[in-house]
Antibody, heavy 119, light 109 residues
Framework: EVQLVESGGGLVQPGGSLRLSCAAFGFSFSSYAMSWVRQAPGKGLEWVSSISGSGGRTDYADSVKGRFTISRDNSKNTLYLQMNSLRAEDTAVYYC????????????WGQGTTVTVSS | EIVLTQSPGTLSLSPGERATLSCRASQSFSSSYLAWYQQKPGQAPRLLIYGASSRATGIPDRFSGSVGGSGTDFTLTISRLEPEDFAVYYCQHYGSSRTFGQGTKVEIK
């Protein structure tokens, strides 16, 4: 079964750091671009970052550029999001998502992990 | 950066009715780069449509997507609303920034 499982969320103080992980199962992980998408409480979806299958290309939303780093370990079938200098406005549910191979769309999503930035 | 504006913000309809959701882009782009998602409360989003008009795997044919002539107007149509279709719908542009629209909530009238 194709599945994504996020972990690493929690409560962190403003200015702190957190690393999210997303374990992938049931597909050839290295063949697919992957993304992080977040959703603040009661708000819509916000794309955060994406990474190519090889890891050679990364893209970031302006709101997180310079603070967040996306990476992947294809030997471990795992996607990461290192979040530094966290702000209250980073509070959200963070989803990892898998891109389609021959089309543009995020066709598999994890269940999400919650990040709360508060003192 | 392309901005996607969805309308209406909320659509109040009854089961069996037709729903028409709009997504307007700030500049034109290839329809290959437009996707639609459905999200229900407490759940992750689900891909409905990619390439503006192709249904994702397992999506019923009451869901359809189309493009306006200008290349900036995209529409998601649900031909006959089923109880499970009441949810929030998002469009997305698949550029280097994979921007989402702000969403349209389809609620029961």
């Amino acid at each position: 079964e194709v599945q994504l499982v996020e972990s690493g969320g929690g409560l962190v103080q403003p200015g702190g750091s957190l690393r999210l992980s997303c374990a992938a199962f049931g597909f050839s992980f290295s063949s697919y671009a992957m993304s992080w998408v977040r959703q603040a409480p009661g708000k819509g979806l916000e794309w955060v970052s994406s990474i190519s299958g090889s890891g050679g290309r990364t893209d970031y939303a302006d709101s997180v550029k310079g603070r967040f780093t996306i990476s992947r370990d294809n030997s471990k079938n795992t996607l990461y999001l290192q979040m530094n200098s966290l702000r209250a406005e980073d509070t959200a549910v963070y989803y990892c998502a898998k891109d389609g191979l021959y089309y543009y769309g995020m066709d598999v999503w994890g269940q999400g992990t919650t990040v709360t930035v508060s003192s | 950066e392309i901005v996607l504006t969805q309308s209406p913000g909320t659509l109040s309809l009854s089961p069996g009715e037709r729903a028409t959701l709009s997504c307007r882009a700030s500049q034109s782009f290839s329809s290959s780069y437009l996707a639609w998602y459905q999200q229900k409360p407490g759940q992750a989003p689900r891909l409905l449509i990619y390439g503006a008009s192709s249904r994702a795997t397992g999506i019923p044919d009451r869901f359809s997507g189309s493009v306006g002539g200008s290349g900036t107007d995209f529409t998601l149509t649900i031909s006959r609303l089923e109880p499970e279709d009441f949810a929030v719908y998002y469009c997305q542009h698949y550029g280097s920034s994979r921007t989402f629209g702000q969403g349209t909530k389809v609620e029961i009238k």
